[in-house]
């Protein structure tokens, strides 16, 4: 039977700010730094994995995030979901309140025994160094933020760095789904340690979420495990198609990528255990050419006879890679062309945002110079017009 306190915060519980999240869920970082979710944006993390989830899952800041959830305070942290509700757009508060439940207690003390979902990276070992990505999620691009003089002092080696799994899994009886990414997950130092874990602990109660690059098939060890477990779908990152992949995820080959993207839908056909989706990260560097990577994905689950579950989620970071920033005229040509109503919505919100021309130039330049790549011949779209300034080639 629900207690007075129960009814209470569920009364409080539906604010226009308010997210369940607080309550059951953290993202982890590949330093090991705790936050609510993997779009808080608060430079700051709550705190870190070395003083133990529970203990930080109940420390003065989760506490205060949870207060004013409850007083239906905005969060500056929550700004990408605030952004998306007041677009009208699907936001992870809003998923976070219609798939996960408030714990019943009504407080907001906070209980690593009430966390259902977990964010994991499991460091960031890879071998890309995707255009959007940060020594944060690849260490590969630490020297090139070396090269470039950039800061790295936050980065170092957090891929080498072991996580005590056994000791994690203790304090989360009602562990529901774990969303593991890296670096890459499958070539992590600490992917069969994880899976080790999760079959002692979890068999057949826990949904595994993996996002890959599509550069490496799982072992017959990691099939074993995921058959053991019993749940896992796998988000297979693509953003683009033949040579505009090769610059956006490089230095991967569009050929590879193609080549085990029809071993995983072999692997989907054979288990029923794996489940795959293409996720694709939305940027102004990808935007004009989704049209044709829908087309392509479609072609070949087709002629695989299995059904294309294609997510497509706009970035934020870098700003000046967001769709948000684009010149107006390609905002206008997305408003025309686009079939996905999230981004025509998303261009229509932000159609007067200042675009982040100069940031935009001045990186792809410097990472063209590093890899001797050549930007204006694979996004032709961003260099061919007159109204946002000139590239030199
Ligand atoms: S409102 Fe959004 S950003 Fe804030 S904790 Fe919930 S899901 Fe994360």
Not at 83 to 93: G, K, N
Not at 118 to 138: A, E, R
Not at 365 to 374: A, H, M, Y
């Amino acid at each position: 039977m629900e207690n007075s306190s129960g009814i209470f915060l569920k009364m409080k519980a539906t604010g226009k700010y308010h997210c369940n999240y607080f309550w059951n869920h953290v993202a982890i970082d590949s330093r090991g730094a705790i936050r609510p979710c993997c779009r808080y944006l608060d430079q700051v993390p709550a705190g870190q994995l070395n003083d133990g989830l529970a203990p930080v899952f109940s420390n003065a800041k989760f506490q205060q995030l949870r207060s004013n959830s409850m007083d239906g305070l905005q969060i500056p942290g929550c700004q990408t979901c605030y952004d998306a509700d007041a677009a009208e757009l699907p936001s992870l508060r809003t998923y976070a309140n219609s798939k996960t439940t408030m714990p019943p207690h009504g407080n907001i003390t906070g209980h690593s025994g009430d966390i259902e979902d977990i964010h994991l990276s499991i460091g960031n070992l890879c071998n890309l160094k995707c255009t959007m990505c940060s020594p944060k999620y690849s260490h590969l691009w630490e020297a090139d933020y070396k090269k470039l003089g950039w800061s790295t002092k936050s980065f170092t080696n957090p891929h080498k760095e072991k996580i005590d799994f056994p000791a994690l899994f203790t304090s989360l009886p009602k562990l529901k789904r774990l969303r593991i990414v890296g670096g890459e997950p499958l070539l992590s130092l600490h992917h069969d340690n994880l899976l080790t874990s999760l079959q002692e602990k979890y068999k057949h109660s826990i949904a595994l979420d993996y996002f890959t690059n599509l550069t490496k098939m799982p072992c017959e060890n990691t099939l074993k495990a995921w058959q053991n477990i019993g749940n896992v779908a796998l988000n297979l990152s693509i953003d683009a198609h033949g040579a505009l992949n090769d610059y956006i995820r490089y230095p991967s080959k569009w050929k590879t990528i193609a080549s085990n993207l029809e071993g995983f839908i072999a692997l989907a056909k054979r288990h029923s255990f794996i489940k795959i989706q293409v996720h694709t990260t939305v940027s102004i560097l990808n935007i004009v050419h989704l049209a044709n990577l829908r087309h392509h994905l479609a072609s070949i689950f087709r002629k695989h006879r299995l059904p294309l579950i294609h997510k497509e989620v706009l970035i934020h970071q870098p700003t000046f890679l967001s769709v948000k920033h684009m010149p107006q005229r390609l905002k206008r040509m997305v408003i025309l062309n686009e079939s996905n109503p999230a981004i025509v919505q998303f261009a229509k919100q932000h159609l007067d945002a200042e675009p982040q021309w100069e940031p935009l130039v001045s990186y792809l330049e410097s990472i063209d110079k590093l890899r001797t790549l050549k930007s204006f011949e694979v996004l032709p779209h961003l260099f061919n017009s007159s109204d946002i300034g000139t590239q030199e080639k």
